[in-house]
């Protein structure tokens, strides 16, 4: 049995982790994830990566969210863009007069993992258009929530509907095949500023009061293959 349960509105990759990303029409995905996802992050002297919390792997830096990143046409390492939109030169350098530190750099995965949990992240239409509605005067869009995939779903479906998925295996675009394992734990990384959201803690405490602070649902990757904008999502 197959059950098709929304359309690829939108893909997303984030090629510096924590900086805004950028919006794709195709993408490819491997075992890793979609191809160059996350694949650098700011690197500090003690080998925590910049984030928007303090863990045993990251460290919080304020400010990344005003910064986005892209892959060049060519390929090789991403450019790293400063708030007025402009690409930097030295993203180190730059990276150090920005944040006020001279032990950052702009760093490659190696053999610690970049991602904060599992490698592909999908939310739905009915969860976002829900969290607008619980919370109308703050602004609310997929990049508070950084995933990789935003998939419209019918109308009426419920909100967390993504939680039904956990478990269940699914299929899109061209031989791609995903695993749903769990959702994300959202931290206060939700709540910031960037570009032109303003920091609400109301955003945080609307996902934990309605939702355990759970919100999306991620996958492993099992069959590479390429997702693509309008490519349904079908259900094993």
């Given at each position: 049995m197959t059950d098709i349960v929304g359309v690829i509105e939108q893909l997303w990759r984030y090629p510096v982790k924590?900086?805004?990303g950028e919006r794709l029409r195709s993408a490819d995905v491997?075992?890793?994830?979609?191809v160059g996802d996350r694949l650098y992050a700011?690197?500090?002297?003690?080998?925590?990566?910049?984030?928007?919390?303090n863990t045993r792997r990251f460290r919080r830096m304020d400010g990344l969210l005003h910064l986005s990143s892209r892959y060049p046409s060519a390929g090789g390492q991403p450019e790293l863009i400063d708030p007025h939109g402009d690409v930097v030169a030295d993203p180190t350098a730059?990276?150090?007069g920005y944040l006020g530190r001279d032990d950052v750099e702009l760093a490659r995965e190696g053999g610690i993992s970049h991602f904060d949990q599992l490698p592909v992240s999908v939310l739905t239409t009915a969860t976002l258009d829900w969290l607008r509605a619980e919370?109308?005067?703050?602004?609310?869009?997929e990049r508070r929530f950084r995933p990789n995939v935003l998939l419209r779903t019918p109308p009426g479906t419920?909100?967390?509907v993504e939680d039904e998925w956990a478990g269940r295996k699914a299929y899109t675009g061209d031989g791609l095949r995903l695993e749903f394992v769990r959702s994300s734990e959202r931290c206060v990384m939700t709540n910031q500023a960037q570009h032109d959201l303003p920091h609400s803690p109301l955003v945080l405490k609307a996902i934990a009061?309605?939702?355990?602070?759970r919100l999306d649902m991620l996958a492993t990757v099992l069959t590479p293959g390429t997702a693509r904008v309008g490519d349904p999502v079908v259900l094993e």
């Open positions: 924590s900086t805004g491997d075992g890793r994830g979609l700011v690197r500090d002297g003690d080998g925590k990566f910049g984030s928007g919390k730059y990276l150090r919370i109308p005067d703050v602004p609310v869009d419920r909100p967390f009061r309605a939702h355990d602070n």
